[in-house]
């Protein structure tokens, strides 16, 4: 492998990290791809990361390579090709999340496509599927990092990134239980900060930071706790916009319809809702929240009108940016802000 120095960015990442794709799926192959026995399981496996893979945003992904450039002056081609064989490995893992979760929320449509599991080959079969997208993650890393000295670290970060998630993705289902009687008692602000911290803040943003740390030799703990601080907290900004986006979000731009209203899913914009709700107004969410009847799930969206959420939103997104901003100055410690920075200001205003 060609180990010379690299010393400014592709000028297009994204086609450079998609490159690396073929090769992944190509090596997932390896122990079994010489038995005649497991010719269909290899098709139907190639099948399954080829729908749930590469079709996202690759914001995770593609933040690992982004951060490292910013934690290390100058990388090699090895170093840039193992930053995006991490990436990648987020990527899948989050294919894993959302076959799961997309089973788990009886929902439609994924990246503007049907969900896997709405596949009429695939089924409950997808939930062996989401399993085998969890096991890619592991076997891309012995394959390209088990010499590494941080392999360890990246292996360990992994396991702990996934339990957190699925920590986060249990509490957000007990709260609001699909199919079962509305009860908003456990819709507070503390109970939704938990499950974004837990379901989304890991995977989404500390991860792939973390990952490009281990990579460049920052192992402290401090360094750690500093950037999962930050990275937290740019979490739920972005879970608050996500909530936005499900209810007032372009389906053809989003590549999903919003389902969060149906689903009974303890979002921002319901939590400030009962918060503003008179009895009445309470009354009419009780009575219409959780409901995949059309006319039920509009008038919560008039509710959400009337109270001004859309407004509400906008004035929040302002401040909790100009906050983050704050965040990043004060407590980025010997870490470089623009790994922070870069973070933040992508997911400014976003619309999708």
């Not at 997309?102 to 049907?114: E, L």
């Not at 199919?179 to 792939?208: C, H, M, Q």
């Not at 937290?232 to 900004?237: F, N």
């Amino acid at each position: 492998m060609n180990n010379s120095v690299s010393k400014k960015p592709k000028m297009d990442e994204l086609g450079e990290f998609d490159k690396v794709f073929p090769e992944l799926l190509e090596c997932l192959n390896e122990g079994c791809s010489k038995e005649k026995e497991m010719q269909k399981v290899l098709a139907w496996f190639k099948e399954v990361s080829e729908y749930n893979v590469p079709h996202g945003k690759k914001n995770r992904g593609l933040s690992v390579i982004a951060s490292l450039r910013f934690l290390k002056e100058s990388l090699t081609d090895e170093e840039e090709k193992i930053a995006r064989v991490l990436g990648w490995c987020i990527e899948w893992l989050q294919a894993f999340f959302l076959v799961a979760d997309d089973i788990m929320d009886n929902s439609s449509t994924r990246r503007g496509k049907p969900c896997w599991y709405k596949q009429d080959k695939v089924g409950i079969v997808a939930v062996n599927d989401a399993i085998y997208l969890e096991c890619c993650v592991y076997h891309i890393l012995h394959k390209y990092c088990r010499s590494k000295t941080y392999y360890v670290h990246v292996v360990d970060l992994f396991h702990q990134t996934c339990m957190q998630t699925v920590r986060g993705q249990c509490l957000d289902l007990i709260t609001a239980p699909s199919g079962g009687k509305v009860d908003f008692s456990d819709f507070t602000e503390d109970r939704y900060n938990a499950i974004v911290k837990w379901k989304t803040g890991y995977y989404s943003f500390y991860l792939p930071v973390a990952l490009a740390m281990y990579m460049s030799g920052v192992t402290d703990e401090d360094s750690h706790e500093r950037a999962q601080h930050i990275l937290l907290h740019m979490g739920r900004y972005f879970q608050i916009q996500d909530d936005f986006l499900d209810c007032y979000g372009d389906p053809e731009v989003i590549g999903k319809i919003g389902t969060d209203i149906q689903e009974n899913k303890c979002s921002w914009l319901v939590i400030q809702a009962l918060k503003k709700a008179t009895p009445s107004q309470r009354k009419v969410l009780e009575e219409n929240y959780a409901d995949t009847d059309p006319g039920k799930v509009q008038k919560v969206k008039d509710l959400y009108k009337e109270l001004q959420l859309k407004e509400l939103y906008h004035e929040f997104e302002e401040e909790s940016y100009n906050e983050l901003l704050t965040l990043i100055e004060d407590h980025s410690g010997g870490l470089p802000k623009s790994v922070f920075l870069k973070f933040a200001k992508r997911i400014y205003k976003r619309e999708k």
